[in-house]
């Protein structure tokens, strides 16, 4: 796995890199282990990384740009709203929300640092 976010005190979202797979994590300590994981159908973000939730609606990085993705009331269903593609993303690993914008790491894994950082509107 290589992102998580906390919907909740007790329940998660995790991204798995390889395939973009995402799953429910429900932390229960009555269910084996102490969790119950749930994969959410409906959506991927392959490559997926260090995502952020807004609002109702995961906003990942998958190097290529941001996959935005609205999850169900109870985080078992998800729909792609957009893929977000812009010539200024370079391996993109991480964002974060600044007022009406994401603000977006590319690391550029390939050449040589600096890394810099885009900025895009926020998807309405």
């Known amino acids: 796995m290589e992102g998580i976010v906390a919907l909740s ?4 979202v995790v991204v798995k890199y390889a ?3 995402l799953y429910r994590i429900d932390l229960d300590p009555q269910a084996p282990q ?8 409906g959506a991927d973000a392959r490559l997926g990384s260090r995502m ?3 609002g109702g609606r995961l906003v990942v990085p998958d190097e290529d740009g941001l996959s935005v993705i609205e999850l ?8 792609v709203v957009t893929r977000l593609r812009e010539p200024s993303f370079r391996d993109t690993t991480a964002v974060a929300r600044v007022g009406d914008r ?4 590319n690391t550029g894994w390939n050449d040589p640092a600096p890394y ?9």
């Open 19 to 21: 395939d973009g797979a």
């Open 102 to 105: 994401y603000l977006v790491v």
């Open 34 to 41: 102490g969790r119950t994981i749930t994969p959410i159908t």
């Open 116 to 124: 810099t950082i885009s900025s895009v509107p926020v998807v309405p």
């Open 72 to 79: 169900s009331d109870d985080a078992t269903t998800a729909t």
């Open 52 to 54: 952020i939730l807004d």
């Open 9 to 12: 005190a007790t329940r998660l």
